[in-house]
């Protein structure tokens, strides 16, 4: 304002003020503009953090009214009996289960799983996924081999005159899988399927092998097939197997209940045996609740078995040790170190019938290696009298397949 004049000769004594004037209130608006973008940033951020932790506690609140409702239904129970002291066992029963729950919990809200993320967040993280995974096809064509659709689809057998027991989701795009795999962990609408291994040629009902199944908010379900990779490269896997792993624990409970002798097959993925702090709260939990363990067979893949490290091994050891049994499925090849798998705490065996009519040769060494030991065989995925015929003339324990019934829901 003073010196105007003399860099610029043309201008006035007034008219230098008058420009020094405008300068200073240029300046005064510019930073107030600045300030009010700066505070509106922060309130911005406050209120984003206020959402994901609203969000987070109602997620927490709906867990623990679930943790409350298996209380309340043990004291009921407890209510409905004159001896209290009888019903303690199944007050003790509830408590520990909703222990195990609460192990779920960290998990289950862990930001990296995005299960409790606004909507654009998710987007954003589904598009990350996508793009993360065509670049490894990219680069590893092969890298799914281990998430075929074939080892995981189950088709749909029924009689003509059979009610459609449940509505099937099909033709779903990988996003719209994805958003339905977080809100079903989110809404706790993991259900299990169980299918019965039935004794041969007797067909006796011997054992159950729990399936999950996701359903929708409209009530349809979607199969392992559709969402089982892709939960995989969303990190979701683990969560879907915890959650598993607890429903079977329920039924277990109930089945001790009623004086039956069943045993359930729960499969297991390499990734939920690599949760180490998974693992170790549920060796705790079957070590205080020894009397499951006989009734629980961890099932695992026979490639991802053999690839698992000491200390994933040491963990299935640590359960084997309690008394649940050890079963490999999706085996491939009759050429293994059967005495190996039999030292491994290995009893189960799970394969296909065409592993038999490949090579009777090959078949008949397979089976006088397996005699003596203490694995038995289960031909699973077998949906005809034709496919049982090839297989009833080996020495086979167990059958599994929808000619001996298919996956249904497991009563409440």
């Known amino acids: 304002m003073l010196f105007g004049p003399t860099y610029i000769p043309e201008l006035q004594t007034g008219g230098a003020m008058l420009l020094g004037l405008w300068v200073f209130l240029a300046g005064v608006v510019l ?64 408590l520990s289960e909703v222990n195990l729950l609460k192990t779920l919990m960290p998990r289950l ?23 993360e995974s065509e670049v490894r096809r990219a680069k ?23 009610p459609e027991a449940v509505s099937v989701l099909t033709g779903l795009g990988e996003t719209e899988v994805l958003s339905i795999v977080r809100q079903s962990l989110r809404d706790d609408r993991i259900e299990m399927f169980l299918q019965p291994v039935v004794t041969l040629p007797q067909r006796k009902r011997k054992f159950y092998e729990c399936l999950s199944r996701l359903r929708t908010s409209k009530g349809q379900v979607i199969e392992p097939g559709q969402y089982v990779a892709i939960a995989t490269r969303a990190g979701l896997i683990t969560a879907i197997d915890n959650m598993l792993l607890f429903r079977c624990v329920q039924i277990i409970r109930k089945i001790l209940r009623s004086g039956d002798d069943i045993a359930f097959f729960v499969n297991l993925s390499s990734h939920t045996l690599k949760d180490h702090d998974f693992f170790d709260d549920f060796v705790e939990f079957v070590r205080g609740n020894v009397e499951l363990a006989p ?8 490639k991802e078995f053999l690839e698992l490290k000491a200390s994933e091994l040491l963990s299935l050891e640590r359960l084997m040790g309690l008394g649940c049994r050890l079963s490999l499925d999706q085996v491939q090849s009759l050429d293994m170190d059967l005495e190996a798998l039999a030292n491994g705490r290995v009893r189960f065996l799970k394969l296909e019938g065409w592993l038999f009519a ?36 080996q020495d086979v324990s167990y059958g599994q397949g929808y000619l001996f019934g298919e996956p249904r829901p497991a009563r409440p």
């Not at 009734?295 to 026979?302: G, P, R, S, T």
């Not at 003596?372 to 496919?387: C, F, H, N, R």
């Open 31 to 94: 930073h107030e503009i600045m300030t009010r973008r700066s505070r509106e940033e922060e309130t911005t951020s406050t209120l984003e953090t206020l959402h994901h932790n609203q969000a987070v506690l109602r997620d927490r609140i709906s867990w623990t009214r679930r943790e409350m409702l298996g209380m309340a239904e043990a004291l009921e129970g407890a209510a409905k009996s004159s001896k209290l002291s009888a019903e303690q066992s199944i007050i003790n029963d509830a």
């Open 140 to 162: 590893h064509p092969d890298f799914l081999d281990d998430f075929r659709p074939e080892n995981y689809v189950e088709k749909t057998v029924r009689e003509p005159s059979e």
């Open 358 to 393: 490949k090579s009777q040769i090959e078949t008949k060494r397979f089976l006088e290696q397996l005699r003596g030991l203490p694995i038995e065989l289960v031909i699973e995925k077998v949906e005809s009298e034709d496919a049982l015929v090839q297989v009833l003339g």
């Open 109 to 131: 809200t862990d930001p990296f799983l995005g299960l409790f993320d606004d909507e654009t967040n998710v987007i954003k993280k589904d598009k990350r996924v996508r793009e």
């Open 295 to 302: 009734h629980l067979i961890i099932e695992v893949a026979q």
